[in-house]
């Protein structure tokens, strides 16, 4: 029954691997291969297919005078292999699940990007990475008219296996980056447009500084007419008590 775990040639290798091991003991032989295409059965294959798009910010609160492009890199992963819920690890001391975390990093700035972490990749799994694109990417040595964009690099990390880790290069086009900055700027000039007309009524710049000139100069003729009232009535106090007097 054992030699259904795996092609002849393949036994056979394994078989040749662990002989002087067992120093002839062939039981003992037949139990380390039989331990080893479990292990490999477990193992995981993925495939990765990566895609990227450069878009507006989502974020409607954010200051609009602040924002920058989004690139979203959606990340297709498709397994190869037979899927496990657990992991083949028979010295752990609980049960483990398989699961995975999908990274992008920038190497030249040794930066994290953005991160996240995939579980339950049964047959085929689809899942995006978001993160802002940063002015000090058009750094030195990244001029968008002398290169075609900027590259990020792509982790698939294992958490329980060692050795299958895949890393991936993608690039982000400078001419996605320009045309989307370039969207941005109109959407905040006719914003900008049309909240000058919304208060096209109201006065502004020096017609409002007039304004305020002749309300203020008003102000200051009622306080004299005020002024002049006053007068006027602590005048005819004054005779009213020489009137008194005289009488």
């Known amino acids: 029954e054992f030699l259904y775990l795996a092609p002849a040639p393949a036994h056979a290798l394994v078989a040749r691997t662990f002989e002087p091991l067992c120093d002839g003991d062939e039981e003992e032989l037949f139990g ?13 294959r993925i495939d990765v297919i990566l895609k990227t798009e450069v878009g507006m910010p989502e974020d409607e609160e954010e200051d609009e005078e602040e924002a920058l492009p989004q690139v979203t890199l ?3 992963l498709t397994r190869r292999s037979r899927y496990f819920s657990r992991i ?5 001391p609980k049960p483990k699940d398989e699961s995975w975390w999908v990274v992008i990093g920038d190497a030249r700035r040794n930066d994290l990007v ?3 972490r995939v579980n ?3 047959k085929f799994q689809t899942t995006t990475l978001v993160f802002d694109w940063d002015e000090e990417m058009y750094g030195p040595g990244n001029d968008p008219d002398t290169h075609e964009g900027y590259a990020f690099s792509f982790y698939l990390v294992c958490d329980c296996y060692l050795g299958l880790d895949q890393e991936y290069e993608f690039v982000v086009p400078f001419d996605d ?7 941005m700027q109109t959407k905040r000039s006719a914003a900008l447009a049309a909240a000058a007309a919304a208060v096209g009524g109201f006065p502004s710049g020096s017609a409002a500084a007039d304004n305020g000139n ?8 009622e306080d004299e007419d005020e ?3 006053e007068d006027d009535y602590v005048k005819c106090r004054i005779v009213e008590d020489d009137d008194e007097e005289d009488l």
């Open 32 to 44: 380390m291969m039989e331990e080893v295409f479990q292990a490999v059965q477990h193992f995981p």
């Open 88 to 92: 083949y690890a028979p010295n752990f």
């Open 120 to 122: 339950g990749l049964k």
């Open 214 to 221: 002749a309300e203020k100069d008003e102000d200051e003729d």
């Open 227 to 229: 002024d002049e009232d």
């Open 177 to 183: 980056i320009r045309a989307v900055e370039e969207n």
């Open 74 to 76: 959606t990340i297709e």
């Open 114 to 116: 953005a991160v996240k």
